[in-house]
């Protein structure tokens, strides 16, 4: 505990208090992340965000489950309410949910089980199945009734990023095919 609360102190030494109170007012994100839970994994930090810049919906392996209320509430209020302008999916490298879906036998944790369900996991490398495992999270939310309307409209872009944990490499996919943003 006191490490959160060093960290805090931290924090009150660096925030930008009148940002803090411009952002006591409401919250006008521009962006909706699904991103991990996974520790290493800060989308703020990848993405050079500020508070307020972006809504961030994390959980074990950046699931975009339509069959989930967390999930399914979270991208509703992002883009029905808050009206972000792009929504998300943030794959990793190294993902333990991916890992762990790879070999499910291993899994001994029920509610991860049942989390992870009947998720995919396949494909050569852990990299290929990581990147076939966001695509299918970004199917899933474009799937969504809010976001096809947002989308239909235009007022909302969507889209899949794969970040490298060791080298810190961002790759985007777009058109059906992964590029290194550079």
């Known amino acids: 505990m006191e490490t959160l609360v060093k960290g805090y102190r931290n924090f009150l030494v660096e925030a930008d208090r009148a940002r803090y109170v411009a952002l ?20 703020e930090a990848i993405f050079g965000a500020g508070p ?12 975009c489950r339509v069959d989930d209320l967390a999930v399914t509430s979270a991208v509703e209020y992002a883009v029905g309410h ?14 333990g949910a991916v890992k ?12 991860l089980r049942q989390w992870l369900g009947e998720e995919g996991g396949g494909g050569c490398g852990l990299e290929e199945a990581i990147k076939d495992w966001g695509k299918c999270q970004l199917e899933r939310l474009e799937s969504l009734p809010a976001v096809k309307t ?4 235009g007022d909302l872009e969507t889209g899949l990023f794969y970040f490298d944990l060791e080298t810190l ?11 290194p943003v550079v």
């Not at 007012?25 to 992340?33: F, I, M, T």
């Not at 307020?52 to 699931?63: A, D, I, K, S």
């Not at 490499?169 to 590029?179: C, E, P, V």
């Open 150 to 153: 947002a989308l239909a409209r």
């Open 24 to 43: 006591a007012e409401g919250q006008a994100p521009h962006s909706l992340v699904i991103g991990c839970s996974d520790s290493r994994i800060i989308p």
């Open 169 to 179: 490499r961002l790759d985007r996919y777009a058109d059906g095919l992964w590029k």
């Open 52 to 63: 307020g810049e972006l809504f961030v919906l994390r959980n074990v392996g950046n699931l």
């Open 100 to 111: 762990a879906r790879r070999s499910f036998d291993e899994v001994h944790e029920e509610s």
């Open 82 to 95: 808050l009206k972000v302008r792009h929504a998300v999916i943030l794959a990793h490298g190294d993902c």
